[in-house]
């Protein structure tokens, strides 16, 4: 129904969906593999909660999260056909927002669980930055290593803001 409709991307993982309807890991791993074997390009959304982050769990939480949601991924899917948001929870709808480093730590650990469990295609696949990301924040974002794109929220309801973001 998806593609019938024009869609060519459908994300998995986010973490409202997590909350709000108790998608666990398994289920999200389910569909990331789904979706891939129904043509669709997926983005699989990973991220730690404030709690997770205090208590140093970071590198854990997105190894269960990468484990689990490529769990029916193999090493042949093209990394046009797959991305991973990293999506801090804490900042996702508080205005908060990772700090540089947090962002480059988060990122080069999915880059590596990535390389490890896809091989070559891990280096290939594009990693987003996902949590408030906004006009004031985006280039700066753009410019840490392993940060290839962003996953916009709530800033792109507004046509404006949105293309703010586009053109940072």
């Known amino acids: 129904m998806l593609l019938d409709a024009g869609c060519t991307y459908a994300l998995a993982g986010h973490s409202e969906r997590r909350h709000i309807l108790g998608e666990d890991d398994a ?7 789904f979706g891939l074997k129904s043509g669709l390009s997926m983005i699989l959304c990973v991220g730690e909660k404030v709690e997770e982050r205090k208590a140093g769990e970071l590198e854990a939480v997105l190894r269960r999260q990468i484990e689990a949601g490529l769990a029916e991924v193999g090493a042949d ?3 046009e056909k797959l991305a991973v948001a990293y999506e801090p929870v804490w900042a996702i709808g508080t205005g908060l927002t990772a700090g540089p480093e947090e962002v480059a730590e988060a990122h080069a650990l999915v880059r590596a669980m990535l390389v490890e469990r896809l091989g070559a295609v891990g280096g290939q696949i594009r990693i987003l930055y996902g949590g408030s990301v906004k006009q004031g924040n985006a280039g700066q974002l753009l410019g840490i290593d392993n940060v290839d794109g962003v996953l916009v929220g709530g800033a792109s309801l507004e046509a ?3 293309a703010a973001i586009v053109t940072a």
């Open 27 to 33: 289920m999200v791993g389910r569909k990331v593999g």
């Open 77 to 79: 899917v093209g990394p």
């Open 160 to 162: 404006g803001s949105f």
